[in-house]
């Protein structure tokens, strides 16, 4: 990482040289020798044992550090880090592709980075690291050799994506939808489209992809990707089985294994995004197939004889509705349960929102609903058809539940991240 020493070596007073760097860390964990470490909050605390390691640099705000060889002591460690980041992105010829949106984005940047994986040196986003801390750490784990990066750029607040943009510079971009994520911040969804929509100032129209049935977005200049006439890569032919997904775009049939439109639109844009870069069909098939997604999206698992259905990473009130019509249609004439928990950040009419999703829930073809939290529970206890629910207090109240009464179910369990809810499998 020749050009990240040169960069480095600019932008920070180093007393002592450095002759190579194995990767960049923000976990003193995983230091390995000749690593760079950016002590980020608690991580200066464990600088003594990120040297003896073998660093070859670390980088903090701790004062007490100030005349150690291998220590850079700055005045905001993650300013410095974002800014080397920005500096190092600049230097690369990799093409980088931003990934945004109010639901999907992780599920995307997987397929993306799968398909593209089938011809081209990728690197992807790795787990959450899609803020302003986990975007800058994800461009200083390009290698001088990757040709594509595949960048999840999440926000919470304004101004966000567009200091990702900033930072990353990407050369491509795909927006999802626009949904009722992250009000608590920005109200309404038009603020949410003002905000995601901020991807298309950085890139050209013709490498912005975007879902094109979604109302906000079908008015946008760029490649639109939907089932809609209107769009420019037309999903057509849309099956939906217990193993997965089969569509088509453009008379050429693709195939992925998870459930749900919404995934089938997921796994179209890495079809689109596999076509602009040139791929062969046999190329973006094989992408598909091979594509490992990131835990707790729609993830079928076994355990104690049940066999759950794990999609409780996080939650809005349209991935609910995606995931609720989904586990409808997938497993028709089996038996199921859906196990849902509260969602976050929804703002002032969070309360609508659940008994929206809970009103929606009941007119499926699912046996019970088993509500967690306590906003669920009052939505529970505000709507009329309440046959089929079932209101917990505990985690273990719901394990016991399903192992009594509904152990031989296909159960579904969704719910924003700070509910654990994954932890009933245990």
């Known amino acids: ?41 608690s991580g200066k605390n464990y600088i003594p044992q990120v040297l003896e390691k073998g660093a070859s640099l670390v980088v903090c705000d701790d004062k007490k550090w100030e005349g150690h060889e291998k220590v850079v002591v700055v005045e905001d460690t993650l300013k410095t880090m974002q800014e080397i980041a920005k500096e190092y992105r600049k230097s690369l010829p990799v093409k980088i592709i931003g990934v945004v949106g109010s639901n999907g984005k992780t599920t995307t940047k997987d397929i993306v980075y799968s398909v593209l994986s089938s011809r081209y040196k990728c690197i992807k986003t790795e787990g959450n690291y899609n803020n302003h801390i986990g975007v800058p750490y994800t461009l200083l784990q390009i290698k001088e050799n990757d040709e594509f990066a595949v960048v999840e750029m999440g926000m919470s607040s304004h101004g966000e994506i567009k200091f990702l943009c900033e930072t990353a510079l990407p050369d491509y971009g795909i927006i999802t939808n626009i949904g009722d994520s992250h009000l608590e911040f920005l109200l309404n969804r038009e603020n949410v489209f003002i905000e995601k929509s901020e991807i298309k100032n950085y890139v050209d129209k013709d490498r912005l992809i975007i879902f094109g049935d979604d109302f906000y977005l ?4 760029g490649i639109k990707v939907g089932f809609e006439k209107n769009n420019n890569f037309i999903i057509e032919n849309y099956k939906e089985t217990s193993e997965g997904v089969s569509f088509e775009i453009e008379k050429e049939k693709y195939n992925f294994h998870m459930n749900g439109k919404h995934n089938c ?42 066999k759950y259905i794990n999609d409780s990473y996080n939650a809005s009130p349209v991935s609910m509705r995606y995931s ?30 659940h008994i929206e999703v809970l009103e929606y829930a009941v007119a499926l073809d699912i046996e019970k609903i088993i509500v967690f939290g306590n906003i669920m529970k009052e939505a529970a206890e505000k709507i009329e058809n309440r046959e089929k629910l079932i209101i917990a207090e505990t985690k273990e109240e719901i394990k016991n539940i399903i192992r009594k009464d509904f152990a031989d179910r296909v159960v579904l369990i969704k719910g924003s991240n700070f509910n654990h809810l994954w932890e009933i499998m245990e």
Do not use: H, W
């Open 1 to 41: 990482m020749k050009k990240l020493v040169e960069i480095i070596t600019k932008i920070l007073p180093i007393k002592t040289k450095i002759l190579n760097i194995g990767n960049v860390q923000m976990d003193s964990r995983k230091i390995e020798k000749d690593d760079v470490f950016f002590a980020l909050n």
């Open 218 to 221: 079908k008015n946008l200049d």
């Open 265 to 306: 639109i997921n796994a179209a844009f890495g079809a689109v995004v596999g076509k602009t870069a040139g791929l062969s069909y046999e190329e973006i098939e094989r992408g598909l197939k091979n594509c490992k997604v990131t835990p707790m999206r729609f993830q079928k698992i076994e355990k104690n004889g049940i």
């Open 324 to 353: 609720l019509e989904t586990l409808a249609d997938a497993y028709k004439g089996i038996l199921k349960i859906a196990v849902l928990a509260d969602m976050g950040e929804l703002g002032k009419d969070e309360l609508k929102y």
